[in-house]
T-cell receptor
Framework: GAGVSQSPSNKVTEKGKDVELRCDPISGHTALYWYRQRLGQGLEFLIY????????KSGLPSDRFSAERTGESVSTLTIQRTQQEDSAVYLC???????????FGPGTRLTVT | DAKTTQPPSMDCAEGRAANLPCNHS???????VYWYRQIHSQGPQYIIH?????ETNEMASLIITEDRKSSTLILPHATLRDTAVYYCIVRPSMDSNYQLIWGAGTKLIIKP
């Protein structure tokens, strides 16, 4: 079946602009996660959704970052007033249960110039 | 901080078994051991997980010591496509903390 998809695959933006990243999870997966991965480093947790509510936003690095989810489907991660340190790969994962194995999308590579 | 310790890198010959160790000496009774891998420029891929019994699936086997303080992921017949960074992660079974804490992993290089 279809896996997790993310769009765009690559995004180049100028410093100060807003960007919106999209994640389409596996159908029926109630849990959805966003991570950030800087070059050569491990994954940093950003936010977790159960359905369309976000019980854990503790990983969002600043108030420039926000995310929403529509029901148990698509999620968007928005970064306002982008900074160069926001350059990274943003990964989305979904899971059939909150504590189950996570299935990852291919990521969105964000470059802020 | 990650609750696991892994060697930074390992080599293995193609066709041989790759044995990747992980130490998790502070693991609690309700915490599972999960393994993921990340092939270059791709998103991580789930491999296997276990609580205290050894587990096997089509990708790998997971051996957990009796005291649960360490485990070994076994790729029985490594191929060049198994070259990746392998992450060992400990997470609770049911807990209010949903975060996976990712360490640096082990970079496994399969050599022809």
């Amino acid at each position: 079946g279809a896996g997790v998809s993310q769009s765009p695959s690559n995004k180049v933006t100028e410093k100060g602009k807003d960007v919106e990243l999209r994640c389409d999870p596996i159908s029926g997966h109630t849990a959805l996660y966003w991570y950030r991965q800087r070059l050569g480093q491990g994954l940093e947790f950003l936010i977790y959704f159960q359905g369309n509510s976000a019980p854990d936003k503790s990983g969002l690095p600043s108030d420039r970052f926000s995310a929403e989810r529509t029901g148990e489907s698509v999620s968007t991660l928005t970064i306002q007033r982008t900074q160069q340190e926001d350059s990274a790969v943003y990964l989305c994962a979904s899971s059939p249960t909150p504590w189950g194995e996570q299935y990852f999308g291919p990521g969105t590579r964000l470059t802020v110039t | 901080d990650a609750k696991t310790t892994q060697p930074p890198s390992m080599d293995c010959a193609e066709g041989r078994a790759a044995n990747l160790p992980c130490n998790h000496s502070t693991i609690s009774g309700n915490e599972y051991v999960y393994w993921y891998r990340q092939i270059h420029s791709q998103g991580p891929q789930y491999i296997i997980h276990g609580l205290k019994n050894n587990e096997t699936n089509e990708m790998a086997s997971l051996i957990i010591t009796e005291d649960r303080k360490s485990s070994t992921l076994i790729l029985p017949h490594a191929t060049l496509r198994d070259t990746a960074v392998y992450y060992c992660i400990v997470r609770p079974s049911m807990d209010s903390n949903y975060q996976l804490i990712w360490g640096a992993g082990t970079k496994l290089i399969i050599k022809p």
